[in-house]
């Protein structure tokens, strides 16, 4: 199962870096679209979309439709960090080496017989 759980983990962080480059790559689609509108921006916003995609959400105009997939693929790349973390939690409860458990309090050793 530790297995498995590994396994969703390195999937969950492929998806998490495939969702972001999307809402990347749409990102950049939408800066073009609304340079192509009339509406154009520096070459600093271009720096912003690749490291935080999460601006291009706000454009408006011909660049909606791209930044409406902006924000579907930050949806997917959020779900995927969630889950990501759920699967480090259940690798790491089946893989923990527990110490051994302590007697009772009320309990001591047994005495020795003398038998």
């Known amino acids: 199962m530790a ?3 590994l396994i969703v983990l390195f999937l969950c962080l492929a ?3 495939a969702s ?3 809402a990347v790559t749409e990102g950049l689609k ?3 679209a609304a340079q192509a509108a009339g509406g154009g921006r520096g070459s600093v916003n271009t720096v912003l979309l690749v490291l935080w995609p999460f601006s291009a ?3 408006e105009g ?3 439709g791209h930044a409406a997939r902006v924000s579907k693929a930050l949806v997917a790349f959020i779900t995927a960090l969630m889950l990501a973390v759920a699967a480090v939690s259940v690798y790491t409860n089946l893989t923990v080496v527990r110490p051994p458990l302590a007697a009772p309090a009320g309990q001591g050793t047994a005495a020795p017989s003398k038998s």
């Open 20 to 22: 972001w480059g999307v």
């Open 62 to 64: 011909p660049a909606a």
């Open 57 to 59: 959400r706000l454009m």
């Open 3 to 5: 297995v498995i759980a």
């Open 30 to 32: 939408a800066k073009g």
């Open 15 to 17: 998806g998490a870096a």
